[in-house]
């Protein structure tokens, strides 16, 4: 676990970062059927929402927001329901981040290559696991 901890210090999150072509994107404009099926498809708890284009995206769906919004009987308003998302460069160093996601007790980020696009996203988990191991 020692080791886990000062290999932080020489990664990057592009190292460990989910790649964008295995992310699970949701787009602004589904209904809520649509991305009902999706969270169940998936079984992840949060989703990266874009408009447009994947490189265009505006928030952050936390599946308990969704649920807590379909309890309350709300009218279905993704951009409503979304988190403001967190973006890192994807060459921002691991322990850095680890510290950011405590300070702003987020436990997403998306990260952006140099031109401005979505290279992919990293949790609070995958960061854990390269302390602790898989």
């Given at each position: 676990m020692i080791k886990g901890v000062v290999d932080l210090a020489e990664k990057d999150a592009k190292d460990i970062m989910v790649p964008r072509t295995d992310v699970v994107f949701i787009s602004s404009d589904m209904s809520m059927e649509e991305v009902l099926d999706i969270v169940a498809e998936s079984g992840f708890s949060r989703f990266p929402v874009y408009e447009e284009t994947i490189d265009n995206v505006i928030g952050i769906l936390y599946v308990k927001d969704l649920l807590r919004s379909i309890v309350k009987k709300e009218e279905?308003?993704?951009?409503?329901?979304?988190?403001?998302?967190?973006?890192?460069?994807?060459?921002k160093k691991i322990n850095a981040l680890f510290h950011d996601f405590r300070k702003k007790r987020v436990h997403i980020a998306v990260a952006v290559d140099e031109y401005g696009g979505v290279a992919g996203i990293i949790c609070l988990e995958d960061i854990l696991e390269e302390i602790v191991g898989e």
């Open positions: 279905f308003d993704l951009e409503r329901v979304v988190r403001k998302p967190y973006f890192i460069p994807d060459s």
